[in-house]
């Protein structure tokens, strides 16, 4: 049974940070491209940073320079390390793991950047 599951999200004020982690499990992870995606309200799912071809990383344009992603490879787990953040970077924050045919989500993380 896969399980992706992301944890680490809350309430930060601006200029702060914050680290989201996302643990797999059920899968070889690391075969998997693994990628983190945010939805806010009223709007559609969109890239935050992922891992394509191995190794690749892909950055939205909104988060470049602030954000950053990694994975551990032992511990099954991918993580993003959000620094600066803005109130424009409340959502919920989404897991994803693909690899052929297989694409798997977490249940998401709520991010809420407010003073």
């Known amino acids: 049974q896969v399980q992706i599951v992301e944890s680490g999200g809350g309430l930060v004020q601006p200029g702060e940070s914050l680290r989201l982690s996302c643990a797999a499990s059920g899968i070889i992870f690391s075969i998997y491209d693994m990628g983190w995606y945010r939805q806010a309200p009223g709007k559609e799912r969109e890239l935050v940073a992922g891992f394509t071809s191995g190794s690749r990383i892909n950055y939205g344009d909104s988060v470049k320079g602030r954000f950053t992603i990694s994975r551990d490879n032992a511990k099954n787990t991918v993580y993003l390390q959000m620094n600066s953040v803005k109130p424009e970077d409340t959502a919920v924050y989404y897991c994803?793991?693909?690899?052929?045919?297989?694409?798997?989500w977490g249940q998401g993380t709520q991010v809420t950047v407010s003073s």
């Open positions: 994803n793991a693909k690899w052929n045919r297989y694409d798997f």
